[in-house]
């Protein structure tokens, strides 16, 4: 079964960077945009970073734009987010996702994704 895994979630203070990554294992995700989005307690899940399934585009939510880089090695099966200049606002349970409901995707459509990772806790302390 298709899998999705994140790491490199942990606790830095304010102003810190952190860099996450997901990796695939079961079939490659290599013609699927992904996504990283994140949810804090009491808040719903929005949208971090999105990159399209050839890495040459991306878009960034507005709250991290700037601060944030996705990326994606589909040799490895891997994307990542740079999260730099973290605030405590930022902190939250950060999935990732694939958007394999639409393969070649290029443009950011929250319809196309059906694969979820368990999520990583990110905490950035003030």
């Known amino acids: 079964q298709a899998q999705l895994v994140e790491s490199g979630g942990g606790l830095v203070q304010a102003g810190g960077s952190l860099r996450l990554s997901c990796t695939a294992s079961g079939r490659t995700f290599s013609p699927y945009a992904m996504g990283w989005f994140r949810q804090a307690p009491g808040k719903e899940r929005e949208l971090v970073a999105f990159?399209?399934?050839?890495?040459?585009?991306?878009s960034y939510g507005d709250s991290v734009k700037g601060r944030f880089t996705i990326s994606r090695d589909n040799a490895k099966n891997t994307v990542y987010l740079q999260m730099n200049s973290l605030k405590p606002e930022d902190t939250a349970v950060y999935y990732c996702?694939?958007?394999?409901?639409?393969?070649?995707?290029?443009?950011?459509?929250?319809?196309?994704?059906?694969?979820w990772g368990q999520g990583t806790q990110v905490t950035v302390s003030s």
């Open positions: 996702a694939a958007a394999d409901l639409s393969p070649w995707g290029l443009e950011y459509d929250p319809a196309d994704f059906g694969s």
């Open positions: 990159i399209s399934w050839d890495g040459d585009n991306t």
